[in-house]
């Protein structure tokens, strides 16, 4: 499912740099949807995450009946908070888009005006979505929160295969129209587990209190990379045309592989520390992280050397076709190696951030994903100016790193989960094997392109084969360095 959901979303990017390129129109498309659902986007994910131990809590308590009474109570609140963030948004949309593009001013301000004004009801939908989404996973069924970004996907990718002449206005249009199908997909799933409207409103509720106290640290700690896009698209809107859409598309990619890699281990790790935790076993969770942290290393850092060794070929892949042109391949991939280095960062950060929040830690995360933020606008700032766009991704890879960091050395003060040495010695190990593997891709590719093929179909074997010849020997070479060390460990048990 969530393999699935990647490829439609990376299919809807491909479209729009298909149908749009990579232009004036495309940075202004993507920097109004920033200034659009940036902030619905950040509610609606902390809503998701922190709405459900709560409902857990008072169906285990109270009964479902209250529990539903509670889900009713919630929706009315959220459609007020909806309504006035809306408004709110539409009477500092001038300021909100000043920030995110220095030095706007007259028409080109007031045609980017328009465009995220009519695109602000797609936050009233994402709000009342996440409170479904929320009562859904609490009845153990999250398969609904997939099936529903179907419809979601499948109302831009009809959009940009036959109303493509539209342009940007009609793709803010078909956000609004992908939003409502999406939540209106998930309604039926949720009457089906149980769920009946009720016109309750009760500002007074206790388990009202205890949401809003803990939503804001879920809020931070969720909102990190969103934040930083953002940050690197404001900053970006002070480089040439087309700046933002390549670090957009090159962030498509990053985000296809943490969906498919990173999200995975944290949907397996998670649940688990939680329970090893309330369990007060610290054997077993060390143990566990150790698990996770040995997944990073050996199927993420491979995944990286791969974006690293092959961007070019991958962005031509992905995007290379309509109006995004060769140069806009160079510049996406160049842009995409920068962000790759933090891809291990990443991962890291995301496992660390859920695993202070299955703990019930939300605080110690959000401080250092706030700290995150800081150290990504220094940086930008700094680095701008000698790199251009090159530097925006760089100085996020080197911020998350920075942030894994720091919560790996938080969470060892007491407990000492992460073997640090041990992450040490693997990496170590690893370090020549990777090296190995980037030559195998490399030379396999580049002997590939002495055949004089120039067909998309044949360009996807040749990078397909590239990959499969490099996780091949990895795997042969990472496996034998495993076997040895296991070898030794049995010499010295004996």
């Known amino acids: 499912m969530i393999f699935f959901n990647q490829l439609l979303g990376l299919t809807k990017q491909m479209l729009i740099a298909y149908k749009l390129g990579s232009g004036a129109e495309t940075d202004a498309y993507f920097t109004a949807i920033i200034a659009t659902i940036l902030l619905a986007n950040i509610i609606g994910e902390a809503i998701s995450l922190g709405t459900e131990p709560i409902l857990s809590k008072i169906e285990n308590k109270k009964g479902k009946e209250h529990k539903l009474n509670y889900v009713n109570n919630l929706l009315h609140i959220v459609i007020l908070l909806a309504i006035g963030i809306l408004v709110l948004h539409w009477l500092l949309s001038p300021i909100i888009i000043k920030i995110l593009v220095r030095g706007i001013e007259g028409k080109n301000l007031q045609d980017m005006l328009k465009l995220v004004r009519v695109g602000l009801p797609m936050g009233l939908f994402i709000l009342i979505r996440a409170i479904f989404i929320a009562f859904l996973h609490s009845e153990d069924s999250p398969k609904s929160e997939f099936k529903s970004c179907l419809f979601y996907y499948a109302a831009y990718i009809l959009f940009l295969t036959y109303f493509s002449h539209h342009g940007i206005h009609g793709l803010i249009i078909t956000g609004i129209v992908a939003s409502i199908l999406q939540l ?15 016109a309750i409103l009760n ?60 999200m995975g281990m944290i949907i397996i790790v998670i649940p688990a ?10 054997t077993s969770l060390k143990s566990l992280m150790d698990k996770g942290m040995h997944m990073v290393t050996s199927v993420v850092l491979p995944a990286m ?25 160079l510049i996406t991939s160049q842009v995409l190696i920068h962000y790759a280095l933090g891809l291990v960062g990443i991962a890291i950060m995301l496992i660390l951030i859920n695993c202070h929040y299955a703990i019930h830690d939300p605080i110690t995360s959000t401080k250092f994903v706030t700290l995150g ?20 991704a760089l100085a996020t890879s080197l911020s998350n790193t920075l942030v894994a960091a720091l919560l790996i050395w938080n969470i060892n003060k007491d407990t000492h989960i992460v073997d640090m040495k041990k992450v040490g010695k693997g990496l170590l190990r690893l370090f020549p094997i990777l090296v190995t593997m980037a030559i195998v891709l490399l030379l ?51």
């Not at 803990?214 to 480089?239: C, E, Y």
């Not at 520390?273 to 610290?282: C, Q």
């Not at 050397?305 to 391949?329: C, M, Q, S, W, Y």
């Not at 044949?458 to 990959?467: K, T």
């Open 444 to 494: 396999t590719y580049n002997i590939l392109n002495l055949i004089p093929w120039e067909n998309t179909i044949m360009d996807m074997f040749q990078l397909l084969i590239s990959i499969i010849a490099g996780i091949f020997i990895y795997s042969k070479l990472a496996l034998k360095n495993e076997n040895k060390l296991l070898k030794v460990h049995e010499k010295g048990e004996a």
């Open 373 to 392: 933020v800081i150290i990504n606008f220094i940086l930008n700032w700094i680095l701008i100016n000698p790199m251009a766009v090159h530097g925006l």
């Open 273 to 282: 520390l939680g329970k090893r935790f309330a369990g007060n076993d610290i």
């Open 184 to 198: 209106c997909s998930i309604i039926p799933t949720a009457v089906a587990k149980g769920y009946r409207y009720k």
């Open 203 to 262: 500002f007074q509720s206790i388990y009202l209190r205890e949401f809003f106290i803990a939503l804001w640290p879920v809020v931070l700690g969720t909102s990190i990379n969103m934040i930083n896009v953002a940050v690197d698209k404001s900053f970006a809107s002070t480089l040439i045309t087309g700046s933002k859409s390549w670090l957009n598309y090159s962030d498509v990619i990053i985000h296809v592989a943490i969906g498919i890699l990173v």
């Open 305 to 329: 050397i791969v974006i690293i060794t092959l961007a070019n070929p991958i962005v031509k892949l992905l995007f290379e076709r309509g109006k995004f042109a060769p140069a806009d391949t």
